[in-house]
């Protein structure tokens, strides 16, 4: 069984406490208006998965691709379109509005997203080097990267070599996190420590994959189908 994912938005962290007292770092993260707006099929694409939109907007705002292919399937054009791929039994419905319950309190999850930009950054903060000595001789170069250099073979430096460079703002996934708990009034799940990203991030969450987990709702736990609309036909968003 291989469930589909949500696409949610960080929005941000606070400190959650159990029944013992103790207190939980957790990331809230918000599933908003996320719902089906399409489904790949193996006779027609060759494999099975469902099409999640997050973020309502407008045709204009959105790529023109994307807002014929939301017209075509008789759905509103989203801001974020991602794909997850499912097994036969965990298709939803398109039109369905989905909600925090998808996940229930205690499982493991993975969770992406795109890291915050560092900018250029130096060999210690990007790399977590030592830096040379603060004495004997060394002299203005204490957090220098120190010698790169192969001799006269091969006379270049090696591809791979850490090095100074841009830092963050790149695909980060942290696996085995732990859902502390879902608050499905205001659509908000909150997951054990940090999540990638900035505030406002979409992040992917999807169910840990180096976890065996039972008791969980196939395909998912309806919330309203209601609040998208149906497609007019088989054709589904790009």
């Not at 099975?48 to 204009?60: P, Q, S, T």
């Not at 090696?158 to 100074?164: N, R, V």
């Not at 209601?226 to 054709?235: G, R």
């Amino acid at each position: 069984m291989k469930r589909s994912g949500l696409i949610t938005t960080k929005v941000g962290m606070t400190r959650l406490y159990d029944d013992g007292g103790v207190a939980h770092p957790v990331t809230v993260l918000s599933v908003g208006d996320c719902a089906v707006i399409g489904n790949r099929t193996n006779e027609k694409n060759g494999y099975v998965a469902n099409v999640l939109g997050i973020r309502e907007a407008k045709a204009k705002h959105v790529a023109k691709p994307q807002a014929v292919a939301a017209e075509k399937a008789g759905v509103k054009p989203y801001r974020k379109i991602v794909e997850f791929r499912v097994s036969d039994d965990c298709v939803i419905p398109v039109g369905t509005a989905l909600s925090a319950s998808h996940f229930v309190a205690g499982q493991f999850v993975d969770v992406q997203a795109t890291s915050k930009g560092k900018g250029f950054q130096g060999a210690m903060k990007r790399h977590n080097f030592g830096g040379k000595e603060a004495t004997h001789g060394v002299l203005k170069a204490h957090r220098s990267l120190g010698g790169t250099g192969m001799r006269e073979w091969p006379g270049r430096v090696l591809k791979g070599k850490k090095m100074s460079g841009q830092m963050g703002n790149e695909t980060v996934t942290v696996q085995n996190l732990k859902i502390f708990g879902t608050d499905e009034a205001e659509n908000l799940i909150f997951v054990e420590g940090a999540v990638p990203g900035s505030n406002g991030t979409f992040v992917l969450v999807t169910d840990a994959i180096k976890k065996e987990q039972t008791n969980l709702p196939v395909p998912t736990s309806v919330k309203n189908s209601a609040e998208v609309e149906q497609p007019k036909s088989e054709t589904v968003a790009e």
